[in-house]
């Protein structure tokens, strides 16, 4: 079995920062993709970030320039940073990895529980 708890969710004014951390534990052979996902209050969940496991990154649009992603492989964990937070940033932030169990597995996809982000204006 594969577990993702996050950690660092809270409250922030408008022009704070926060960082999130998703540590990964359990039958693991390796971690492909890693990656944050949010959902607003009545929206579909969407990509904030994600980063493959040699380094390429992904964002989208509205969090450029103000979040970075980044992972230490050898701790199966991935980092948000997020600076210059907003309002419309508020969401609870999932943590999504794919994760090869053993040797000659396919990858599967894990999610964590997700953490609550609020920022308040």
């Known amino acids: 079995q594969v577990q993702l708890v996050e950690s660092g969710g809270g409250l922030v004014q408008a022009g704070g920062s926060l960082r999130l951390a998703c540590a990964a534990s359990?039958?693991?052979?390796?971690?492909?993709?890693m990656g944050w996902y949010r959902q607003a209050p009545g929206k579909q969940r969407e990509l904030a970030a994600d980063?493959?496991?040699?380094?390429?990154?992904n964002y989208a649009e509205s969090v450029k320039g103000r979040f970075t992603i980044s992972r230490d492989n050898a701790k199966n964990t991935v980092y948000l940073q997020m600076n210059s937070l907003k309002p419309e940033d508020t969401a609870v932030y999932y943590c999504?990895?794919?994760?090869?169990?053993?040797?000659?597995?396919?990858?599967?996809?894990?999610w964590g529980k997700g953490t609550l982000v609020t920022v308040s204006s």
């Open positions: 359990g039958t693991i052979s390796s971690i492909d993709d």
């Open positions: 980063i493959t496991r040699g380094g390429s990154i």
């Open positions: 999504n990895a794919n994760v090869v169990r053993w040797r000659g597995d396919y990858g599967l996809d894990y």
